[in-house]
């Protein structure tokens, strides 16, 4: 079975400072993973993804995320954030085998509040 | 292209009452998730479907039943409504297997059971 846990369940930051968004997950096998975006009001967008090759993985809005496999960790940064950024982030991880055909499972979200 | 749009944005139940939300997309996507949003819980999935005339159960389907009769549909009913079934519903499709492809999102329906 696999898990995701996001470290910080809001994390308030002020514009222009760098931020980072944790997530540590948990699986028997390799994984596919994920972070999502959620603006007010609206559904779920992808940010970014890792499925193999570089650790560094980089997404839209100057997003980047790392994967670390022996810490199992894939933390979300950004060097400079927008008052634009503030949302909801969610990490996800999925099993590239098996027979769950695609199913990721979800992290409970981490609310982004920049602050002028 | 609309992507995913979801019918209604919002309802209000009575307890025992019935309805059906409907999720449909525009593009050609074999695979279609119905998830529940609540409070600090992340999403959870209630049913999905690898294509068309198929669906499977997720992780939290007791309550809800769906169908996929048509590639581009994707219908969950609540037989009986309860309060604990108010939440935020969201479906999402992706193209292949959601195990490496993103999914998209439709933009939620707030259901409130009183």
């Known amino acids: 079975a696999q898990s995701v846990t996001q470290l910080d369940s809001q994390v308030p930051v002020f514009e222009e400072a760098p931020v980072e968004l944790r997530c540590n997950y948990s699986?028997?096998?390799?994984?596919?993973l994920f972070w999502y975006v959620q603006y007010p009001n609206q559904g779920l967008q992808l940010l970014l993804k890792y499925l193999s090759g570089s650790t560094l993985v980089k997404g839209i809005n100057g997003f980047e995320a790392e994967f670390n496999k022996s810490q199992t960790s894939f933390h979300l940064r950004k060097p400079s954030v927008h008052i634009s950024d503030t949302a909801e982030y969610f990490c996800?991880?999925?099993?590239?085998?098996?027979?769950?055909?695609?199913?990721?499972?979800f992290g409970d979200g981490t609310t982004l509040t920049v602050k002028p | 292209n609309a992507g995913v749009t979801q019918t209604p944005k919002f309802r209000v139940l009575k307890t025992g009452q019935s309805m059906t939300l409907l999720c449909a997309q525009d593009?050609?996507?074999?695979?279609m998730y119905w998830y529940r949003q609540d409070p600090g819980m992340g999403l959870r999935l209630i049913h999905y479907s690898v294509g068309e005339g198929t669906t499977a159960k997720g992780e939290v389907p007791d309550g809800y039943n769906v169908s996929r009769l048509k590639k581009q549909n994707f219908l969950l009913g609540l037989e009986s409504a309860a309060p604990s079934q108010t939440s935020v519903y969201f479906c999402a499709s992706s193209y292949t297997s959601g195990r490496y492809n993103e999914q998209f999102f439709g933009p939620g329906t707030r259901l409130t059971v009183l």
């Open positions: 699986s028997s096998v390799s994984v596919y």
């Open positions: 996800a991880v999925s099993d590239p085998g098996g027979t769950n055909a695609g199913k990721s499972t």
């Open positions: 593009m050609n996507h074999e695979y």
